[in-house]
């Protein structure tokens, strides 16, 4: 079985288990500002883990794609992705552990056909300090399925990942670990639980790569959480039971079930490989980098990996809407695409690829996914266009360099202010940076008796221009990290001219280049990771407030330029609605006057907002509009606004809104409170989007 394969087996055997088949969530979630990506298949199920009723029942399954743009450094081992699929299914409510266990085992065993010898799982060891039980229900569920298939699962208490590297596997089969490995909570740790949240252990399923030989660096004795690569993960169900109270924990009334498998994982797993780059959603686009560099896998691996992983994740974003930009989701495609053509230049590809690339992930993906068949044309246009302007970037960056060393050396040094222009959401060619090797001239001696510009990347603290040359010392952390992050400007390149104009690198000079790294790596990561707490921050009445103004003001919009003005995102906090729609051009102020008096109208008319569940197809002839284009399952929520004779707005959607449109200018005790809705900005967002900032003031 290939990947595509396993997908459409695992969506056929839950369907079998009574299972509803829903589709993806896009990349981008909507309405939600605590988290720039989909990054895990519960994400967009979360409301309905926490109690909000599923218009499609009580057992649903997915194959979700996910994108976590904080493991964007750790791509180009032979596991880690910033683009993948989970596989899910989803209890709200009904079967529990004695049906999702042998479940997912049949689905391993006998669907998949691992060899269930090579199979490890975890389960939660209990927690002393708030007097939540170890979870053997668990664990005599396991045993009684190996027993099945003649195998003795010995169970080994371990704790902490830590206490992991000291036990070792000791014969075991099924492993106990602490709440920091086998609990789950919004809150991260199960002692910050408030009251009112509920949580749950989870069980852990791992595959052994037993030609992989245990390294001691990460610790003395291997373990199923040891990051040596023997064990990988493929699949985890997290049995959502408890609820915190002010006085400790109880069991909820209703106990859910949360599911996901990494399918490129199990893909890798059914080949016993641990490379999961090999696997036939990604192996083509290593096929096709191998034919257009003429270099092989085995030779480039990391740099393949970094691109192949790179341009799925880009490929996806430009699916679900997103294009390159210096803010947010776009900044983060911005990056993912540019270290892909910097990376290509290790193969030597200096000439535009994405050309030719993006259609092989294209077609990788649309028999499954309708959507990127639909929009195959416009994303390789989008990606291909990103390229050209990056190239072009490269050469800013080759001439500032110039700039750089060719005038006075205290010029240099006022590159610290230039430096903040590299910073997210600043300067058009933003990029966070990345160390690629080049050949040819950083071989090179900068003269007789000096050093390599390569042996100055080895040996930093000799790095030192030769000594017949003039000897001007200069900030290279910051100069280096400035040309990576304003121009995508390879260090290499950077520290031969340095040796070409015989000037003198710092000695600590890699260590300011790390640090400047390291800075903006957490950046990124707390913007990525962020915050997630699924949401439930969204759902104050001010929100619904900002949400419902969402559908007003694009209907004000339709309304002024006609109904191809389609939604391109949207973001609601507390203090203010933003909404991205297609315009090739700045609103005049009249028209942003016409957009609020519109919206205000219908706020001051006091106009009904109500739902009603509608067949997909049926909600889509009658009229109602919404962001996914076809991307729906069989029923959908329509939110209407106005009565059936003067509808103002009429937009499949999830909610939360308000039940009546005067809300928008009432407090919460429902009296005036005089506020006006009130466009505070608008601006372009991407080529071709507008954005739009608005607020009751």
């Not at 004795?221 to 985890?236: A, K």
Request: aromatic share 10%; with cysteine.
């Amino acid at each position: 079985m290939n990947a595509q394969d396993i997908r459409k087996a695992y969506l056929e055997y839950f369907s079998k288990q009574k299972h509803v088949v829903i589709p993806r969530a896009r990349l981008v979630p909507d309405n939600d500002p605590t988290t720039l990506f989909t990054g895990s298949g519960m994400q967009p199920l979360l409301p309905f883990l926490l109690g909000e009723a599923h218009p499609h029942g009580t057992r649903l399954v997915d194959s979700q794609t996910c994108l976590r743009a904080q493991d964007i450094e750790e791509v180009g081992d032979n596991r880690h992705t910033t683009f993948f699929e989970m596989l899910g299914n989803w209890s709200l409510g009904d079967y529990f552990k004695a049906e999702q266990l042998p479940w997912f085992w049949e689905f391993l065993t006998s669907v998949v056909g691992l060899d269930p010898q090579k199979l490890f799982v975890t389960a939660f060891i209990g927690d002393e300090a708030t007097g939540i039980p170890k979870d053997t229900e668990s664990a005599e569920i396991w045993q009684k399925l190996f027993a099945d298939k003649g195998i003795d699962a010995k169970t080994v208490d371990i704790g902490s990942e830590d206490d992991g590297y000291t036990k070792g596997m000791q014969g075991g089969r099924i492993f106990f670990f602490d709440a920091s490995k086998n609990w789950w909570c919004r809150a991260g740790k199960i002692g910050d639980m408030p009251a009112g949240e509920p949580g749950g252990p989870d069980s852990e399923v791992f595959y052994e790569f037993d030609f992989i030989q245990h390294d001691k660096k990460w610790g003395e004795h291997c373990h199923p959480n040891c990051d040596c690569g023997r064990y990988m993960e493929i699949g985890n169900s997290v049995f959502m039971e408890y609820l915190r109270t002010e006085s400790g924990f109880e069991k909820l009334p209703a106990q859910n079930v949360d599911f996901g498998a990494g399918l490129e994982r199990i893909a890798a797993a059914r080949l016993n490989d641990s490379d999961m780059f090999k696997i036939s959603v990604i192996w083509p686009i290593i096929e096709k980098l191998e034919t257009i560099s003429g270099k092989n896998y085995d030779s480039h691996t990391e740099s393949m990996r970094v691109i192949a992983d790179h341009l799925r994740a880009a490929t996806f974003l430009a699916v679900d809407g997103v294009t390159p930009s210096n803010k947010e989701q776009g900044y983060v495609m911005r990056r993912l695409l540019r270290r892909a053509i910097r990376f290509a230049f290790d193969l030597g590809v200096e000439q535009n690829f994405l050309e030719a690339v993006v259609p092989v992930i294209a077609d990788i993906y649309e028999a499954d996914f309708p959507e990127v068949k639909a929009k195959r044309d416009e994303v390789v246009a989008v990606l291909v266009k990103e390229e050209k302007t990056f190239r072009q970037t490269l050469r800013k960056g080759i001439k500032e360099l110039e700039r750089m060393f060719e005038g006075d050396p205290t010029d240099i040094h006022t590159s610290e202010t230039r430096a903040q222009r590299g910073k997210p959401g600043v300067d058009e060619g933003a990029l966070v940076p990345e160390p690629v090797r080049s050949a040819g001239a950083s071989e090179q001696r900068a003269g007789e008796g000096g050093m390599t510009p390569s042996e100055a990347m080895e040996a930093p603290e000799k790095g030192r221009a030769p000594s017949n040359q003039k000897n001007e010392i200069v900030n290279h952390g910051q100069i280096l990290f400035t040309l990576y992050d304003t121009y995508g400007f390879p260090v290499e390149l950077s520290v031969e001219e340095v040796f070409k104009r015989g000037i003198e690198l710092d000695t600590d000079w890699r260590e300011q280049f790390e640090m400047k790294m390291k800075e903006q790596r957490e950046r990124s990561q707390t913007a990525a990771k962020g915050v997630f707490k699924g949401g439930l921050g969204g759902h104050t009445m001010q929100h619904k407030r900002y949400h419902t103004g969402t559908h007003l003001l694009q209907s004000a919009l339709r309304q002024i330029y006609g109904p191809e003005l389609r939604q391109h995102g949207s973001n609601i906090t507390e203090e203010r609605l933003r909404f991205d729609f297609n315009l090739d051009r700045k609103m005049t102020p009249e028209e942003i006057a016409q957009a609020e008096a519109l919206v205000n109208q219908w706020i001051a008319e006091d106009h009904p907002v109500k739902f009603t569940e509608y067949p997909t197809q049926q909600a889509l002839d009658m009229g109602a509009i919404g962001p996914f284009g076809e991307r729906y399952g069989d029923t959908v929520k329509v939110y209407q606004m106005g009565t059936d004779n003067n509808i103002v707005s009429l937009e499949i959607c999830g909610g939360p809104h308000v039940d009546h449109t005067a809300q928008l200018a009432q407090n919460d005790d429902g009296t005036p409170n005089g506020k006006r809705y009130k466009i505070l900005k608008e601006e372009a967002s991407s080529a071709g989007i507008r954005r739009i900032k608005a607020a009751m003031v």
